[in-house]
């Protein structure tokens, strides 16, 4: 039976600290020997009320909330970002997107975001003598400069470059082009004789394109997402070429899925981390014949019936070659959940009951809960007693926990914010990180402690009307109560100015890079 694992009421009055935030950790958390395999299973835009292990009624996600009943499914844990691109870079670097410039949302033809002399935690895990390997969404740039990369030849840097033996990969999105797959720096069945161009400032002559040529299209655009056409379906971006290199829609779960698969395999007898970064569930939403209208709510809901799909076949790939009681599995998804995210494919029509944010405010995009709340399950056979745990985590903590574990020193200056919670992760530590800044699509940043959620005052609309979310922008300081207050309803900052007072002058402290020192 399942133990529950609650928070500690937070006692400590909050204008103190007993112990730097690296010394807490240190001091709870002694490193143990290990080489179990990792897999991250990393979902795009799937809310923490989408799987039916959080509660939802209206999906059913079995071998998901088989995963959960074996490992630990944590209420408290988040992205280091609302959106994609700076929560990837968050987690595979250790430091917070914020602190560099050009991390947020990539285009398709973006330079690569993490250098290759930044220390990676593929890095950390080569260190510790593992094969590493991402297949799935990357989205966080290829090449060394914006518009540059030779689609036609070898894409260099590329994930070689930053810790990856092996990579296959969309290059950014399913919503820009290039919509190709990209192996080991090469893009996947082109064919010489059809070059690949690729543009973000103009169209290739002759070209058709969302906006001119609608009565091409198999699924329309609900805003934006209506330059070139690729399978009825326009992008973001102008490309041209590479006719026989172009994924198709429908098939994009069962490629990705049966690379992870015959990485297992390939891999199945020397420590291995597989980065798994599904396209599900987000936009455009193109399920398999297999899924397509068995939710009930329209693509949406059935891309997450194939995430789910996905899940099973990687647990059952390591059942069948033994590896399963010696393996991490942990399962999450980039940020919180968006409906209608530029196309008309009835997401918002069929939703019914459903809520993909769970109890919380807000979802992709956004500085309320449901930006960077989302689900995570660790799993460890053998190692890991099921249970389920509010202990406030965060995936940018998996790079120096990890470590940890593995018994890799992190080289002084890399992963600067990654933290060492694995007893948290483990189930062990009811508490996790005594605090946590949020960053939403705005760059607007906030903090969570076990206690309180502070929003500092930010520029921007307190409302994204394409995607129908709060965004969370105000120019007034936001406060709410984390207890009584999960769905951020009430902002009490004005009943507690010493709390928005204390909070505010943590958040700074992080900024100036002053993480884990006493607060004056």
Known sequence: ????????????????????????????????????????????????????????????????????????RFTNAHSAAATSTPARYAMLTGEYAWRREGTGIA?????????PDRYTMADMFRDAGYVTGA??????????????????????????????????????????VPCVFVENGR??????????????????????????NPELLTMLPSHGHNQSIVNGISRIGFMKGGKSALWKDDQIADELTGKAVD???QHKDRPFFLYFATQDAHVPRVPNARFAGKSGMGPRGDVLLQFDWSVGEVMAT????????????????????????????????????????????????????????????????GHVEPAVSDALVCQLDWFSSLASLLGVEIPAGAAPDSEN??????????????????????????????????IEPGKGSPYNRNVGIETGNSPDPQLYDMHNDLGEKNNVANRHPAVVEELSRQLNAIKDGRVGLPLE
């Open 421 to 454: 919670y694995w007893n948290a992760w483990l189930g062990k530590d009811p508490l996790g990180r005594p605090a946590l800044v949020e960053q939403n699509a705005q760059n607007n940043l906030s903090i969570i402690t076990a206690d309180w959620k502070y």
């Open 318 to 381: 390591l059942k069948r070659l033994g590896l399963d009681r010696n393996t991490i599995v942990i399962l999450s998804s980039d940020n919180g959940p968006v409906v209608d995210d530029g196309y008309r494919d009835q997401a918002v029509e069929l939703l019914g009951n459903h809520k993909p944010g769970g109890p919380f405010r807000g979802g992709k995009y956004s500085s309320y809960e449901a930006g960077t709340r989302v689900p995570c399950i660790l799993r460890w056979a």
């Open 107 to 115: 285009d398709g033809d973006a330079g690569m975001i993490i250098r």
């Open 135 to 176: 297949i799935g969404k990357w989205h966080l740039g290829l090449g060394d400069k914006k518009g540059t990369q030779d689609w036609n030849g070898l894409i260099s840097p590329n994930l070689s470059d930053i810790g990856f033996d092996y990579s296959y990969i969309m290059a950014a999105t399913g919503d820009r």
């Open 263 to 265: 990485f297992i395999e």
């Open 1 to 72: 039976m399942k133990k529950e694992i609650k928070s500690i009421p937070f006692i400590v009055p909050l204008i103190t600290l007993p112990l730097p935030i690296s010394a807490q950790a240190a001091e709870r958390e002694a490193p143990e020997s290990a080489t179990p395999n990792v897999i991250f299973i990393y979902a795009d835009d799937i809310g923490y009320g989408d799987l039916s292990c959080n509660g939802a009624k209206t999906i059913s996600t079995p071998h998901v909330e088989q995963l959960a009943a074996e490992g630990v």
């Open 187 to 212: 893009v996947v069945n082109l064919d010489p004789n059809d070059s690949i161009f690729v543009s973000y400032q103009k169209n290739f002559p002759g070209e058709p394109t969302g906006k001119n």
